[in-house]
């Protein structure tokens, strides 16, 4: 005998959301098997946990940005980077509806990342396409944070360091 399986809806028009906004929280998960898109200012706080193949993509400059502020851990590697690129970038993650197909229309991110807290380790990275890629904030001087293993990509400044005991190695 065979079965066949069935399921019956409710009958209601529905919408199917393949991205999620992200909006100001504490101690997010940013999950490798998702999209997510930054329309505003956004404020992570508490652990936020990036994993790797995670796309986040950002509305233009100077409107969009995300700011970590608290413990970040990074659970990307070599085959598995996190994705931070433009809303217009359709050659990763979900295209998303309002896109244009073209993410060199613009610069995208003021900044894109901004890290609050000294000691942070963001490893295996690609930033797309930002007006500032990544910048390190007065509050996060001084307290050895490291950035390693990151590809920046068309970002008019890939890197910003800002404060008192900041050091670039090479």
Known sequence: KIHIA?????G?????????????????????????YVNAAVTLSGTTVIEGNCVVKMTNAPYGSLT????????????SPAIFTSLND?????????????PTSGYYGAPF????????????????HADTGIFYHDYSAGGSNVLTHAQMIRCNTALKVNGYGQSVQK
């Open 113 to 128: 990342i901004q890290v609050m807290t000294a000691g942070q380790v963001l490893k295996h990275l690609r930033v797309a």
């Open 90 to 102: 359709d050659s990763v993650g979900e295209v998303l509806p309002w896109s244009n197909g073209n």
């Open 12 to 36: 209601e028009p529905g919408v199917l959301l393949d991205y999620s906004i992200l909006a100001t929280a504490s101690n997010v998960r940013l999950k490798g098997t998702e999209t997510y």
């Open 68 to 79: 970590l502020s608290g413990t970040i851990t990074c659970l990307t590697g070599p085959g």
């Open 6 to 10: 069935q399921a019956r809806g409710t």
